[in-house]
């Protein structure tokens, strides 16, 4: 057996350089020489960290595969149509056909190498503050983006072991690689799932230490720091919310813990995040009709943590179609009036700010026929200033509140707890009057479909069917008479790319 490396990005790692937030530099194959110099300066420390969040805001990962297309094609949360559609990545990871080497196998090689690669620089981070951290002279910035590496590692692995991995309490088992390297002569060590679970708690265990008394989020307001400082807080750790700040690494662990099956551990977690303050107001809420009435579609002002993307309208319009009236069979993305309808049961849609802002149902495809596309990532542009484009719609949601409070509904032991959550995530939603949970199981029956709406076109749907281990999940919806799609564990289960090392398959490792 021939053991291959990370190859799809370690032997092209480099870490770069930045003149500023937008504009790569120089790319030198001499990694040594570039280590030297890039980690020589703290703007070097604070560029490479920007690279990295840069890297994760790809197109091949969060900038759209993890986030819009791929990830949500695993959950069949598009309707597409074999006979009519180009789009057969898609089509393949809908139809959980992982045979297809040139299609669902490209697509899966390059988000695995896409995440490596981020994690790569994550490490390459940590190992230089280890090595030159006085090269930052103030020590709670030094610890500070050293949390943000060791956050931002634990962030991919997590995804990582939620798309590769094993179903949590399933009967197949995975190994995977938890990276700690960066060099090509070092090859990331494969974990079964109890052991890579123990490396993703080190890891945000390490990151919250270091961040618990030295990220400015524990003495400012997020919208302290979003650009109004009056001087007390340097420029570089503003913006928290585009950050892996220490609660959006709390969020994490209660993502994390949810997904492991601790529900009680991640509710505590969510219920913290949830009851904290400073300086007398609460860390952070839900978003409600604030955020819509200023044209808001993402929730910024509930992200504990998104990525900064500026031209996320200019290229997911292309496919999401957005507030656009022409829809292309062959190439666009969206579900028929069926599905919409379908993912709305029992909701009240008169007022549910969701339902009433997010969604576009005037598109006509090729036919003549109405579908319904997804409005989150679109805006008009001649309704907000550049700053409010900026930030609140040039994003990516990695983190938000609403999922909080979900984690905590669902970790609740008592109806009375869960249905005070309820209250307030309803409020937040613009339907108060809505009815309360009458069981508990009512409220476990609750969370694939809100999931389904909140999140949609954000990648967190298939992780909740896989945590779950749905045994049906919902289709396209092309008619009202369309049946659930079954599904069994392998589907859950994405194989490792076949130019990478796998012990789980040893036959099928080149």
Known sequence: MKKQFISLFLLTLTLFSLSSCNDWLDVRPDTEQ????????????????????MEMASRDIYGERMTMTNIESLANQWSLSERETSRNEDLHLMQHDYENVAYAQAAVKTIYAKLFNVIAQANMIIKNIEENGNAIPDPAIRYTLQGEAYAMRAYCQLDLLRL???????????????????????????????????????????????????????????????????????????????????????????????????????????????????NGAPVMTMSGATDFTTGYKLCPSECLFYLSKWDVMDYSRSFLVGGQSSFSNNSSLGITTFKRDAMYTGQNITTHNRYKNCWNDKAIDNYGQSKVVTTKYYWDENALTSTQQMFGC??????????????????????????????????????????????????????????????????????????????NIMGSVLSASENPVPMTEEDYIVPLPTTEYN????????
């Open 164 to 278: 590769f991995g094993e179903v949590p309490g399933g009967t197949i088992k995975v190994e995977l690689p938890y990276s700690e390297t960066t060099g090509i002569e070092e090859m990331p060590a494969y974990y079964n799932f109890n052991a890579y679970v123990e490396k993703l708690k080190a890891d945000i265990a390490q990151a919250e230490e270091l961040l618990r008394d030295n990220d400015p989020v524990m003495t400012y307001s997020f919208d302290d720091l979003n650009g109004n400082n009056d001087g007390t807080v340097d420029d570089n750790m503003l913006y928290r919310q585009s950050r892996l700040n220490y609660w959006a690494v709390k969020a994490l662990e209660a993502r994390m813990y949810l997904y492991i099956g601790d529900k009680s551990k991640a509710a505590e977690i969510a219920r913290e995040i949830i009851n904290a303050q400073v």
């Open 394 to 471: 040039q994003i990516i949601p990695m983190l938000r509140m609403s999922e909080i409070y979900l984690i905590a509904m669902e970790g609740a032991t008592s109806l009375t707890e869960a249905n005070e959550l309820y209250y307030e995530y309803r409020l937040a939603h613009e339907v108060p009057t809505d009815p309360d949970f009458s069981s508990l199981q009512e409220v476990a029956d609750y969370m694939i479909p809100e999931y389904r709406r909140e999140f949609f076109a954000e990648g967190q749907l298939f992780y909740t069917y896989k945590r779950l281990n749905a045994t």
């Open 34 to 53: 570039k280590d030297e110099d890039q980690f020589s300066t703290a703007q070097g420390f604070y560029d490479a960290l920007i690279g990295a969040y």
């Open 503 to 510: 012990p789980n398959n040893p036959d099928k490792t080149e």
